[in-house]
């Protein structure tokens, strides 16, 4: 059987590299980490590949794979935020698309959002009874 240890990243496919990066980093507040150059497109015609280093792991996005295409049915990453009403108020101020409204579970919050490409992403907030909850 094989020992997995952690997940090493989750990647998103993009079209567009500089539109993709301009939403996580600037909208979402992510820090790139680059591996080349050519990678640190503003044109959005180069190919590459980003990955931004979150506490509990690696997210990338990448437009080198022709056949792995953006989808909104696709896998989802849920990233953990501290207020989630406060979030989509920013969001909407830039006019990024809502899928779900926010939606209240017995142990947290969560809404959809789109990124340019119409990925899903999940904002999620653990509730202060959440027995993982951290401040």
């Given at each position: 059987m094989i020992k997995i240890k952690d997940i090493a990243f989750t990647g998103y496919p993009v079209t567009d590299l500089a539109k993709a990066r301009h939403f996580y980093e600037n909208i979402l507040g992510l820090t790139a980490k680059v591996y080349s150059e050519e990678e640190a497109c503003s044109t959005g015609d180069e190919k590459g590949w980003i990955e931004y280093e979150l506490p509990s792991g690696t997210f990338a996005i990448t437009n080198v794979a022709p056949d792995w295409k953006p989808s909104t049915s696709g896998p989802s990453i849920a990233l953990e935020v501290a207020d989630i009403n406060s979030a989509l108020q920013d969001l909407k101020k830039n006019d990024v698309p809502i899928a779900l409204e926010p939606?209240?579970?017995?142990?947290?919050?969560?809404?959809?959002?789109?990124?340019?490409?119409?990925?899903?992403?999940?904002?999620?907030?653990?509730k202060t009874t959440h027995p993982d909850y951290t401040d």
């Amino acid at each position: 059987m094989i020992k997995i240890k952690d997940i090493a990243f989750t990647g998103y496919p993009v079209t567009d590299l500089a539109k993709a990066r301009h939403f996580y980093e600037n909208i979402l507040g992510l820090t790139a980490k680059v591996y080349s150059e050519e990678e640190a497109c503003s044109t959005g015609d180069e190919k590459g590949w980003i990955e931004y280093e979150l506490p509990s792991g690696t997210f990338a996005i990448t437009n080198v794979a022709p056949d792995w295409k953006p989808s909104t049915s696709g896998p989802s990453i849920a990233l953990e935020v501290a207020d989630i009403n406060s979030a989509l108020q920013d969001l909407k101020k830039n006019d990024v698309p809502i899928a779900l409204e926010p939606f209240e579970s017995p142990v947290c919050f969560f809404a959809v959002i789109l990124d340019p490409d119409k990925n899903s992403v999940i904002l999620h907030q653990r509730k202060t009874t959440h027995p993982d909850y951290t401040d």
